[in-house]
């Protein structure tokens, strides 16, 4: 079972730039997709970004596009969350999570989901952007 524990978020004004990193262990990342998603209060958990296990694609919610990018480090089991032009509405805790492939998700419109056995979801990182 996979385990992961998310960091980086912080308070930022808008404009700023933060690096979130997930730290996986108990299983290594490295034959799983990988994505980023992120719940504001009172809503409900959104897609941010995902990448393949090779990095050779990507997929990103359109609100993030140009602005977020997603990396990742198999020999490290760390997947990376980029983020420049940071906006208010972009404040909420941000996780990781093993997800469904891409060509999966283009199939079901763009809609990113988490792997559905993946239940140990971290505690999260807190992105808070000040306008």
């Known amino acids: 079972q996979m385990q992961v524990v998310e960091s980086g978020g912080g308070l930022v004004q808008a404009g700023d730039s933060l690096r979130l990193t997930c730290t996986a262990s108990g299983r290594h990342i490295t034959t799983y997709p990988m994505g980023w998603f992120r719940q504001a209060p009172g809503k409900e958990r959104e897609f941010v970004a995902a990448?393949?296990?090779?990095?050779?694609?990507?997929h990103y919610n359109d609100s993030v596009k140009g602005r977020f990018t997603i990396s990742r480090d198999n020999a490290k089991d760390m997947v990376y969350l980029e983020m420049n032009d940071l906006r208010p509405n972009d404040t909420a805790a941000y996780y990781c999570?093993?997800?469904?492939?891409?060509?999966?998700?283009?199939?079901?419109?763009?809609?990113?989901?988490?792997?559905?056995?993946?239940?140990?979801w971290g505690p999260g990182t807190q992105v808070t952007v000040s306008s």
């Open positions: 999570a093993p997800t469904v492939t891409i060509a999966t998700m283009q199939a079901l419109g763009g809609k990113g989901q988490p792997r559905a056995d993946f239940v140990s």
């Open positions: 990448i393949a296990w090779t990095s050779l694609s990507t």
